[in-house]
């Protein structure tokens, strides 16, 4: 992942599992999927004389939720891409965004449980979701497909390094 300005000096940057990029893929095309047909039901039924729309309006509607999903879907690889985390002595940080980029800084001593969750098609391809919960609801994080193995170690070991940090206290 190519370093931005936004990076701090001398990360590198881990990136989530790939695969992440299907279940997102596939997730994305059933919700536009269900977009669209719920956009169809009026134009059906203006076609069919039940309903009078403005031929115009018809045209903006379908043509922007078509650009739309087209633009969302050919965005996810790049969005996917843009996710990582690096693990520091005292703190996880976690990147994401392309347009608007975001770093968070997760310190230890601040974790207090890590979550991790993974529905059915995250299941089949062996990626997971880890939630980081802290002290305060600002430094929440989440790391997004993250691969499953990874996803428990990072259960494991964020947790004992957090413990660590507040024996020290």
Excluded: N
């Amino acid at each position: 992942m190519p370093a931005e300005p936004i990076d701090p000096a001398g990360v590198t940057w881990t990136r989530v599992d790939e695969r992440y990029i299907t279940v997102r893929m596939i997730s994305a095309v059933i919700g536009w999927a269900v977009t669209l047909l719920i956009i169809a039901v009026p134009v059906v039924l203006d076609l069919a004389d039940v309903i009078s729309l403005p031929q115009w309006l018809v045209l903006v509607v379908v043509i922007g939720a078509v650009l739309w999903a087209a633009a969302d879907l050919i965005l996810i690889p790049r969005r996917i891409r843009a996710i990582g985390y690096h693990e520091r002595a005292d703190d996880l940080l976690i990147r994401r965004g392309l347009l608007f980029q975001k770093v968070v800084a997760v310190p230890y001593g601040r974790l207090q449980y890590v979550d991790i969750e993974a529905g059915p098609l995250m299941r089949h391809f062996h990626v997971c979701t880890v939630q980081l919960k802290t002290a305060s609801a600002g430094t929440d994080a989440v790391i997004p497909g993250a691969h499953r193995d990874e996803g428990a170690r990072l259960r494991e070991e964020l947790p004992a390094r957090g413990q660590a940090r507040l024996a020290g206290l």
